[in-house]
């Protein structure tokens, strides 16, 4: 069996040869096993790409980025790359022990499991103590992970995720920085929801390093996190939140245009206003459709193209807004203006809860 080791680099000068070696020393749970290190350069401005270019080794693959694009688009070269059986995601930083690999691969290589994750927070290991705040939004983030995902992770942010090539490579990266992690284990968990995959946890050690001493995430990364849990997970809760999100968007949208516009001496009239609220409707229409394709549904565009795309979602999106329409229009004779608009609003949210939007009409892409 072979095992590829994808190894993203930016600055390691200091840690490089040391992970280098280590890595090829590490056993493989088994000596049948043969290894295949690759090493992906993000565009270093130290002297990384100089050691780099010094390797000359059978086992070693190189691959250099010439604009620092991120970790996660790192991977997407690496991965592209491999010709392994199995696939082991491994920074160059030291934190993480290449010694470690028989016990992330006996799942896999016992037959129990698809994939494994290294967990940072199962297991009696040894772990540096650092920042708290950090680990407890290390915590934050799986626990969300998981309940748009259902899964029962313990750390989705760890480095260590090892994955079956044939399951990896049905996976397209998007993201190119640490968004990877969230992104990656939506995308997992979407497959393991439609076939019969494992995943798995085993605990291993951690040897976190300071900032000080070149650590690169930050909260920026942190939200984007957050961002990504929203995006690519596609569990029920996941859609009925994107749905939720996606009414309360087109709602704010539809109610500011329909106040401004009866504001204004044409549209006073019952005709004016008629002609206000339509407009208001096809303007948070589009806008939802705008969120929906490019953000929360990460979704490809079906037969038709993008206008054939937007027609569908008016099709599919038209019922919540109708609903609410008709409901204003039944309330407007016992009820004021706002009071009807409110009401009307809020019955509509609770519809979108249910996702009847254009997700029904246009395929996911992995």
Known sequence: MKISIVIPVYNEEQTLSEIIDRVKRAPLGGSNNRREIVIVDDCSEDGTRGLLKKIDDPEITVAYHEKNRGKGAAL??????????????????????????????????????????????????????????????????????????????TDMETCYKVIKREIASRIAICENRFGFEPEITAKLAEIARNEDIKIYEVGIS???????????????????????????????????????????????????????????????????????????????????????????????????????????????????????????????????????????AGIGLVFSLFGVNFRKFLPHRQ
């Open 76 to 153: 997407r070269t690496g991965f592209e790359r491999c010709s392994g059986d199995i696939i082991i995601i491994q920074d160059a930083d030291l934190e993480y022990n290449p010694d470690e690999y028989p016990t992330l691969l006996a799942p896999i290589i016992d037959g129990d499991a698809h994939v494994v994750y290294g967990s940072r927070f199962i297991g009696g290991q040894r772990h540096r103590v650092l920042y708290f705040w950090h680990s407890m939004g290390n915590r934050l983030l799986t626990v969300l992970s998981n309940a748009f995902s259902d899964l029962n992770l």
């Open 206 to 344: 951690y040897r976190g390093r300071t900032y000080n001493e070149g650590k690169k995430i930050g909260m920026k990364d942190g939200f984007r996190a957050l961002y990504c849990i929203v995006k690519y997970n596609t569990s029920r809760l996941a859609v009925s939140v994107k749905g939720a999100l996606e009414g309360l968007c087109g709602i704010i949208v539809q109610l500011s245009i329909l106040f401004a516009l009866s504001g204004i001496a044409p549209f006073a009239t019952v005709a004016g206003l008629n002609i206000a609220h339509a407009v208001s409707m096809e303007a948070a229409l589009l806008f939802v459709a705008l969120i929906s394709a490019g953000i929360a549904l990460r979704s490809g565009v079906a037969p038709g193209g993008r206008a054939g795309a937007f027609l569908r979602f008016q099709g599919a999106s038209l019922v919540p807004f109708a609903l609410r329409a008709a409901v204003f229009y039944f309330l407007l004779p016992v009820a004021d203006f706002v009071d009807a608009s409110l009401v009307s």
